[in-house]
């Protein structure tokens, strides 16, 4: 049985069929050809989880796990290192340098002498600034990361060590999203952030379809019946939203879409709450939740929950030490945003008001990800008590 800690839960009011295609299948089709052609590449594993599934009151649950993604600790790599290969491809050929450059020739060095002129930069609480960094440094081009003063020593390492240049601003994530913005365009930087804005919306565009590889893999692993469920967390919603419109184009019924995000970084739940307009997080930020400490939503990610999602969960930080203790019990690694999904998850399981509004019963099928590793593994030791 799992601890219980007071949530929230929040079936969309909305919920309905989103009017807005925020990301097509050809963008998806190009992206799934590009990264699973990269070096290293392989599908990340789907485990079953009986005995969990058993505990929740409910007929199965998988959880794809995402530790193992291209050495870098989370579904992250497959996001922003996309982009940068896709913002480097477009600025040879506005160069003229090269009229359609592709990731292999990048991965191959062979327009290194372009490249390296041309810097990237985001903001980040940890895991895309790894993914860019990593792009980056594979590709040939210079890298600059903003992370507010928050984050963990141990992800600006991980950062650092892929070459970029790191910025430390005062603030929250949100600030350190302006901060990248407003510095990169003094500078003539490329930003290839993973929240869009009113005016920016490709590369986030891109990096949402680099996501939805995760999803559709754990769809072909899928065994048996599909999913009658699925629970996703959300930082600034681009994951989700991704995850939403691969179970939405693939599966008829669709799940339901269930999104957890963190009790004091619930900006999709305030957005929900306030009849779909776009809202910030009441909350602090203050969360051990990294990945998911977002205080305002991604304008597409939004247009694609705002009406797909079933039911907004916000969950305290408790239960999210709890999911990481409860998944390496069953020898998965998981990180304290990784492990938020499953979070939501034993919670409303536990709940039978919960138990109701989400339809979850002993039929439920259900997919959760565990989004990360350990990317932080100092804080992963303390919390779980065992080294990853
Ligand atoms: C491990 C992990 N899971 C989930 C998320 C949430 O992703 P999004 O901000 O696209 O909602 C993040 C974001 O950084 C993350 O690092």
Known sequence: MADSFPFRCLPNPRRGAPGIVVLPQGGFRRARADISAWPGYAPTALHALPGVAAEAGIAALHVKDESGRFGLGSFKALGGAYAVAGVLCAELARRGAALSATTADLFAGRYAADTRDITVACATDGNHGRSVAWGAQRFGAACAIFVHEGVSGGRIDAIARYGAAIHVVPGTYDDAVRAAAAEAERQGWFVVSDTSWPGYTEVPRDIMQGYRVMAEEALDQWPGPPPTHVFIQGGVGGVAAAVSVSVRTRLDPAPSLVVVEPERAACLLASAAAGGTPTPATGDL???????????????????????????????????????????????????????????????????????????GPDSRVLVFSTEGATDPALYARLVGTAA
Do not use: K, N, Y
Request: net charge negative.
């Open 286 to 360: 203050d969360t051990i939740m990294a990945g998911l400490a977002c205080g305002e939503p991604s304008l597409i990610a939004w247009q694609e929950l705002d009406r797909a999602a079933a039911a907004f969960l916000a969950v305290p930080d408790a239960a999210a030490v709890g999911a990481m203790r409860r998944l390496a019990r069953e020898g998965i690694v998981s990180g304290e945003s990784g492990a938020a999904g499953l979070a939501g998850l034993l919670l409303a399981a536990e709940d039978p008001a919960a138990r109701t509004a989400l339809a979850l």
